[in-house]
Structure formats: C-alpha cells, structure tokens
C-alpha cells in the first residue's frame, strides 16, 4: 500500500473517492471537482487542507482529508473501500510523523467518526488516540399527527432578534461549557437564515431557550429521504427541569410534519442521561454511537 498527497491537478481522485463514500454516509454530500476546488482551492495553496490517497496496486482504495486550524488538526474524513478496511490501511492513513513536520507547533489531532469499524479504532489506539466524548445519533419516525396543539410559548426566529453577540451569549449560558461547540462566526451565519427552525423561546418575555433545526435538501435528496435535523437544543438554567425542553422539541418535531417531513434526527452525548431519557420519551431511538477521539501525544 501506498500513500500519495492530492493536489490541484489530480484531485479528482479524491472526488471519485468521496461521491462513493457518499452512498454510504448521509453526513458526505456529494460534489464535482469544480464546486470542491471553488469551495476550497485556497485552503489547499495555503496548506490548510491537506488529502492523502491511499492505493493498492495502482486503485485508489482510500483517503484522509485533514484540516489545519488554530493550531490543531482535525481529520475531517477518512474512508477506506469495504474489501481493504484491515488494520494495515487504516494505520498507514493515520501515520502523521511523514506529513507534519517539526516547524508546525500543533497541539492535537482530532477525529469524529462512528464507533463501527473495530480496525480503524485499534489503529486509533495504536496511534495515541482516546475516546474524549461520545454522542449518540437518534432518529423519531414522524407522521401527520401533531404531539403538541397547546403551545403557549412566544417565539422569535434568530433572523428576527439580530443581534448576534446576545445571541451567542444567551446560547452560552443555556448550554454547560464543554458541550457548546459555536463560534461567533457560526453564529452570525445561523442568523442570516430567514427560517422557522432556528429559534429562541420566551416566558412573560423572559428569553428561556432556543433550538436550532434544519432541513439539507441537498443531503435528503441524496438520501432519498425526508429528515429534520434537530443541531442544538439549549434551555436557561432557571427554566429547567420545568418540561420546557419538551415543549420545544415537540413544537419543532410538528413543524418538520407541517414541512412533510418523514424522520426527526438528533444527537445527544453519552453522558448526557436526563436528555437521553428525555428523546426515549418523546420517541426516539438509537441509531449510532459516535466518538470524539482525540491525540494530544505528538
């Protein structure tokens, strides 16, 4: 096996490679190699974006893409073909020592991926890596029939209150530390949507929480199905414990009815019990275990 980095030129490869992963993965949109290199032609010059290829006698078999960021490495993707997914090609794939060298000061390397390849996690260990946190993925299947008539609660959409840095703070301080993962960039992205899905929740005009919500049409179509994505769900502290959490996700699961929506999915972390039992309650059910893995070591 060989390891082989991409460039401009032959980045097609890596294309074919991901469209494949595509059919297999919902989280992998497919794309052409004109949109990829408009979307990210400058981060591969500037060597921010970084592809590998792994071949086996001259067919490309599999690929990492890595993303360089604030002194850390993510790997955003990483697949190899069904017939090669042995511990020799996912260990060849996460060998880092011959691509980052010793004038980049990195502090780690991350990877999200689903626990259901035991290969690529022994090579993850072989590696250095540590589970850090683990998120469920669950799904609710929907039907035509709204849960919740009676909601009482105000609502504004993010697009209407405008202003970002409340916002991002208000989203702050509904959510424990460790778990929020936005940036104020993201945010202001998020409030330029002019859609129903991404809300903030009031009681007596008191703000109590918010969620965020979507709808990939790009992704569902790839799918061939019908789904609402519930991102982020985050309630006040002094409002808690008070079945507001409920009411939202109730009133965002008839919205994505109203939209024909036919399933309802969601993440929650392994640790989190009260919200895992919260979805069990409102329909939901386990789908896959997700793991944050995480190497501080190089």
Request: net charge positive; glycine share 4%; charged share 35%.
């Given at each position: 096996?060989?390891?082989?980095?991409?460039?401009?030129?032959?980045?097609?490869?890596?294309?074919?490679?991901?469209?494949?992963?595509?059919?297999?993965?919902?989280?992998?949109?497919?794309?052409?190699?004109?949109?990829?290199?408009?979307?990210?032609?400058?981060?591969?010059?500037?060597?921010n974006l970084l592809i590998?290829?792994l071949t086996h006698k001259?067919?490309?078999?599999?690929?990492?893409?890595?993303?360089?960021?604030?002194?850390?490495?993510?790997?955003?993707?990483?697949?190899?073909?069904?017939?090669?997914?042995?511990?020799?090609?996912?260990?060849?794939?996460?060998?880092?020592?011959?691509?980052?060298?010793?004038?980049?000061?990195?502090?780690?390397?991350?990877?999200?991926?689903?626990?259901?390849?035991?290969?690529?996690?022994?090579?993850?260990?072989?590696?250095?890596?540590?589970?850090?946190?683990?998120?469920?993925?669950?799904?609710?299947?929907?039907?035509?029939?709204?849960?919740?008539?009676?909601?009482?609660?105000?609502?504004?959409?993010?697009?209407?209150?405008?202003?970002?840095?409340?916002?991002?703070?208000?989203?702050?301080?509904?959510?424990?530390?460790?778990?929020?993962?936005?940036?104020?960039?993201?945010?202001?992205?998020?409030?330029?949507?002019?859609?129903?899905?991404?809300?903030?929740?009031?009681?007596?005009?008191?703000?109590?929480?918010?969620?965020?919500?979507?709808?990939?049409?790009?992704?569902?179509?790839?799918?061939?199905?019908?789904?609402?994505?519930?991102?982020?769900?985050?309630?006040?502290?002094?409002?808690?414990?008070?079945?507001?959490?409920?009411?939202?996700?109730?009133?965002?699961?008839?919205?994505?009815?109203?939209?024909?929506?036919?399933?309802?999915?969601?993440?929650?972390?392994?640790?989190?019990?009260?919200?895992?039992?919260?979805?069990?309650?409102?329909?939901?059910?386990?789908?896959?275990?997700?793991?944050?893995?995480?190497?501080?070591?190089?």
């Amino acid at each position: 096996m060989d390891k082989e980095q991409l460039n401009e030129s032959n980045i097609g490869r890596f294309i074919t490679l991901n469209n494949q992963l595509s059919y297999i993965d919902p989280y992998v949109l497919k794309k052409t190699k004109e949109i990829f290199l408009e979307e990210n032609q400058y981060k591969l010059k500037k060597g921010n974006l970084l592809i590998f290829v792994l071949t086996h006698k001259k067919e490309d078999i599999g690929f990492i893409k890595f993303q360089c960021k604030n002194k850390n490495i993510f790997i955003d993707k990483l697949f190899v073909k069904k017939n090669y997914r042995d511990f020799e090609a996912y260990e060849m794939l996460l060998n880092i020592n011959d691509i980052f060298t010793e004038n980049r000061n990195f502090k780690s390397i991350k990877y999200i991926g689903v626990n259901d390849k035991p290969r690529l996690i022994d090579a993850l260990k072989f590696h250095g890596f540590f589970m850090e946190k683990e998120h469920i993925q669950m799904e609710k299947i929907l039907s035509d029939k709204h849960e919740n008539k009676n909601f009482d609660l105000f609502k504004k959409s993010f697009h209407e209150v405008k202003d970002k840095k409340w916002i991002y703070n208000f989203m702050k301080e509904c959510m424990i530390p460790v778990k929020f993962n936005y940036s104020y960039e993201e945010i202001i992205q998020i409030t330029k949507d002019s859609d129903d899905l991404k809300l903030i929740f009031y009681k007596e005009n008191k703000p109590l929480g918010f969620i965020i919500a979507h709808i990939n049409e790009q992704r569902n179509k790839q799918q061939n199905k019908k789904v609402i994505y519930i991102e982020e769900v985050g309630i006040f502290k002094r409002f808690r414990n008070k079945g507001y959490g409920k009411q939202i996700i109730k009133f965002i699961i008839n919205k994505g009815e109203d939209k024909g929506m036919e399933l309802a999915r969601l993440h929650v972390y392994r640790d989190n019990e009260v919200a895992y039992k919260i979805y069990k309650k409102l329909g939901f059910s386990k789908v896959k275990s997700i793991g944050h893995w995480i190497n501080r070591s190089f």
